[in-house]
Protein backbone atom coordinates (compact mmCIF):
# COMPACT_ATOMS: atom_id res chain seq x y z
CA UNK A 1 0.00 0.00 0.00
CA UNK A 2 1.31 3.50 -1.05
CA UNK A 3 -0.08 6.15 1.16
CA UNK A 4 0.85 10.21 0.54
CA UNK A 5 0.77 12.78 2.86
CA UNK A 6 1.19 16.26 1.54
CA UNK A 7 2.44 18.97 4.11
CA UNK A 8 4.61 21.51 3.73
CA UNK A 9 8.52 21.27 3.84
CA UNK A 10 8.82 23.58 7.32
CA UNK A 11 6.63 21.40 8.87
CA UNK A 12 9.07 18.28 7.95
CA UNK A 13 10.57 16.23 11.35
CA UNK A 14 14.21 15.80 10.02
CA UNK A 15 16.41 13.44 11.91
CA UNK A 16 20.38 12.33 11.85
CA UNK A 17 22.43 14.83 10.15
CA UNK A 18 19.31 16.48 8.36
CA UNK A 19 18.43 18.05 11.40
CA UNK A 20 21.44 20.20 12.00
CA UNK A 21 21.08 21.09 8.36
CA UNK A 22 17.29 22.36 9.13
CA UNK A 23 18.64 24.38 11.78
CA UNK A 24 20.43 27.29 9.63
CA UNK A 25 17.47 27.80 7.52
CA UNK A 26 14.37 29.86 7.70
CA UNK A 27 10.68 29.64 7.07
CA UNK A 28 11.58 31.67 3.92
CA UNK A 29 14.51 29.03 3.11
CA UNK A 30 11.94 26.01 3.36
CA UNK A 31 9.40 27.96 0.87
CA UNK A 32 12.16 28.06 -2.04
CA UNK A 33 13.71 24.84 -1.49
CA UNK A 34 9.88 23.35 -1.51
CA UNK A 35 8.89 24.93 -4.91
CA UNK A 36 12.23 24.04 -6.51
CA UNK A 37 11.99 20.44 -5.68
CA UNK A 38 8.20 20.46 -6.34
CA UNK A 39 9.15 21.78 -10.37
CA UNK A 40 11.83 19.27 -10.17
CA UNK A 41 9.43 16.47 -9.59
CA UNK A 42 6.73 18.13 -11.73
CA UNK A 43 9.64 18.21 -14.80
CA UNK A 44 10.86 14.80 -13.86
CA UNK A 45 7.27 12.87 -14.16
CA UNK A 46 9.27 11.08 -11.25
CA UNK A 47 7.22 10.59 -8.18
CA UNK A 48 7.33 12.62 -5.02
CA UNK A 49 10.12 12.25 -2.29
CA UNK A 50 9.84 9.12 0.35
CA UNK A 51 10.55 10.92 3.41
CA UNK A 52 13.84 8.80 3.53
CA UNK A 53 15.10 10.76 0.14
CA UNK A 54 14.26 13.89 2.15
CA UNK A 55 15.68 13.50 4.84
CA UNK A 56 18.96 11.98 2.95
CA UNK A 57 19.35 14.88 0.74
CA UNK A 58 19.27 17.55 3.79
CA UNK A 59 21.94 15.30 5.19
CA UNK A 60 24.02 14.09 2.42
CA UNK A 61 23.38 17.30 -0.48
CA UNK A 62 23.81 20.26 1.64
CA UNK A 63 25.90 22.06 -1.33
CA UNK A 64 22.49 21.46 -3.65
CA UNK A 65 20.33 22.68 -1.17
CA UNK A 66 22.32 25.79 -0.77
CA UNK A 67 22.60 26.58 -4.57
CA UNK A 68 18.88 26.51 -4.21
CA UNK A 69 19.12 29.16 -2.21
CA UNK A 70 21.56 31.41 -4.32
CA UNK A 71 25.10 30.42 -2.40
CA UNK A 72 28.22 28.24 -4.10
CA UNK A 73 28.41 25.64 -1.16
CA UNK A 74 26.65 24.90 2.28
CA UNK A 75 29.93 26.28 3.93
CA UNK A 76 29.10 29.90 1.96
CA UNK A 77 25.40 29.97 3.07
CA UNK A 78 27.04 29.05 7.09
CA UNK A 79 29.61 31.86 6.34
CA UNK A 80 26.67 34.40 5.39
CA UNK A 81 24.34 33.55 8.65
CA UNK A 82 26.89 33.12 11.31
CA UNK A 83 28.37 37.12 10.56
Known sequence: MKIVKEMSLSDFEFWGG????????????????????EYEVAASGEYPYTETQLN??????????A???????????INDRED
Do not use: H, M, N, V
Request: hydrophobic share 35%; aromatic share 20%; charged share 25%.
Open 56 to 65: DLFCFEKDYI
Open 18 to 37: AKETAYYLTTEDFDTIEQSL
Open 67 to 77: QILGYASWSGL
